[in-house]
Structure formats: structure tokens, C-alpha cells
């Protein structure tokens, strides 16, 4: 069920599933918990009596809260704050949680508490939970030219991000979310993987944000040598990332999981 009220619908296809595996199910309360402008334009297209979008982050804020203003309704809600926090959305419970891409984003924000957020989210989900990420793609060796080019984009990007101070995001693999959930006492519904073929745009706009962050490193020598490794990479990269095959790489993935016994979703925390 969706409306035509929202912005230009964003229909990534892990959204179109998640809209086929909700199939006639109202959508009711929903609650995007690290939300950000593509969730946020998708969630304000869908219909549901009320939406909560929760970010660690003022601009991410900002730049979500834009992107939805002429689809905002009174009721919808966007809240900056940390789910660290015990009093964030305390005994409020909604009928449909998402966390999309949220999982790999904690390290950011909440370093180390990883193992702890589906807990924490659990007493707030009534009657569905998606979540969407992506298979690390940084550690592992993907065993073909593109995978192992990727892999060397991102890894290049979080040492850029180390060495300027900040912190890369971590992703983690569709084994540890379910045994996560198992733990927070969830069911698995179903899980899909989504196979990602890297562009153009990706390769560019990581190895740009590299470029930035090379500001914020004094030593010369390492970030000239460092620039001097984004310009190698980005002259491998262009030429596969144009072509029709892109870069195949990894997967994203989508989980949907519901209480495994919904009458209790406001316990105590
Ligand atoms: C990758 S971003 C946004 C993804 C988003 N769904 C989109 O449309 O692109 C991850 C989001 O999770 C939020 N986040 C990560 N850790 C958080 C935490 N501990 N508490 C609250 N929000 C958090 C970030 O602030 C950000 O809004």
C-alpha cells in the first residue's frame, strides 16, 4: 500500500521487496531508526499513519527533513539523538521498524555497542522489522579483478578516514545480524541478497571524500603519497566502472524479522 502524495517515489529495488513482502499488511506506525534522505523520501511515500526517523547526526537531519518537507505531515516526527541513550523513544512501540544501512553506521556513533542495538531496538517493534546492509567488502579478498579493485577503494577510504581522525564505518555480514536477532528474540521472515555492481559515482565520490580528508593530515610526504595512490586507483577504476559489466562486487541484503512474541514489545528495558 503506498500513496501518491510523497515525493518522486525512490524505488531502489530492496524497497520494492520490502513493499512485496509487506504486501496487504498495514504499514501503521513506522519507525526509520538511522534514517537519512533516500529512507526518509521512500518512508514518506508509503502509507502509514505516522512516521519517527531517529539520526545520530544534526545534518543528516537537515538534509532528510528537506528532501520530505512537502510530504511532512504534523504527525511525522524527525528526532536527532542516539540510540545509546535509555530515554530515546521510551516505551513508544511502532507496527513497522526500519534499519537501513544503519547497522554499518553505529561505529560512527556508538563504537563497540554494535552487539547491543537490536536488543535495544526490540521493545519498540510490534509487528515487523527490515533491515538492509551490506556484506563487508573491505577485509576479505573477493577473488576477481573488480571485487579485489573495490575492495581496494574502500580500504584505501577508512585509511584515509583512520588517518585524518576518523572513523570508518563497519559492516556486518547477514550470519551475525541473524544470530543477533535470535539473541533480541526475533524470528527470521526471510532473507534476500542483492548482488551490487559498482559504478561510476561510487568510484568517485569515495575517492573524492579520500581527497578530503587528506586536508586533515599533517605529514606531506603521506598525504601526497596517499593522493598520489587515490589517482592511481581512480585511473584502474574509471575505465570497468564505464563499461557494461561495472564493477561486480559483494551483495547488499535485506532481512525481515518479526517479535517473536509481540505482546511483550514494551518490556522493560
Ligand atoms: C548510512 S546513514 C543513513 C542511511 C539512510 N537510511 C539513507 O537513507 O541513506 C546511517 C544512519 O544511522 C544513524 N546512526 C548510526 N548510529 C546511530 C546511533 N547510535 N544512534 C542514532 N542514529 C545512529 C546515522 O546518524 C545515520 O542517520
Not at 186 to 210: A, G, S
Not at 215 to 237: C, F, K, N, P
Not at 248 to 269: K, M, Q, V
Amino acid at each position: 500500500m503506498t500513496t501518491e502524495q510523497g515525493p518522486k517515489r525512490n524505488m531502489s529495488p530492496i524497497f520494492q521487496v520490502i513493499e512485496t513482502l509487506h504486501g496487504d499488511q498495514p504499514w501503521g506506525s513506522l519507525l526509520d531508526a538511522g534514517t537519512g534522505r533516500r529512507s526518509l523520501e521512500w518512508v514518506s511515500g508509503l502509507d502509514t499513519e505516522r512516521w519517527t526517523a531517529v539520526t545520530a547526526s544534526q545534518s543528516m537531519a537537515e538534509v532528510a527533513g528537506k528532501a520530505v518537507s512537502k510530504a511532512r505531515r504534523a504527525q511525522d516526527r524527525i528526532i536527532v539523538g542516539n540510540w545509546m541513550s535509555d530515554d530515546l523513544l521510551y516505551g513508544e512501540g511502532f507496527d513497522t521498524v526500519l534499519l537501513d544501512y544503519f547497522i554499518g553506521a553505529i561505529e560512527g556513533f556508538a563504537p563497540y555497542w554494535q552487539e547491543q542495538v537490536l536488543q535495544r531496538i526490540r521493545p519498540h517493534v510490534q509487528q515487523r522489522l527490515y533491515i538492509v546492509g551490506t556484506e563487508p567488502y573491505v577485509l576479505d579478498d573477493p577473488g576477481t579483478e573488480a571485487g579485489r579493485i573495490v575492495r581496494s577503494i574502500g580500504r584505501l577510504r577508512d585509511a584515509c578516514l583512520l588517518m585524518s581522525g576518523g572513523r570508518p564505518y563497519r559492516e556486518y555480514p547477514v550470519s551475525w545480524v541473524q544470530r543477533q536477532l535470535g539473541i533480541a528474540g526475533f524470528r527470521v521472515c526471510e532473507i534476500r541478497h542483492f548482488p551490487i555492481r559498482y559504478r561510476e559515482r561510487f568510484v568517485n565520490t569515495q575517492l573524492d571524500m579520500c581527497l578530503r580528508r587528506l586536508e586533515y593530515i599533517d605529514d606531506e610526504a603521506l598525504s601526497g603519497a596517499l593522493r598520489a595512490h587515490v589517482e592511481a586507483l581512480r585511473a584502474q577504476a574509471l575505465p570497468l566502472a564505464r563499461s557494461q559489466e561495472g564493477l561486480p562486487c559483494g551483495a547488499d541484503y535485506l532481512i525481515a524479522a518479526e517479535p517473536l512474541d509481540p505482546r511483550h514489545h514494551l518490556i522493560d528495558r
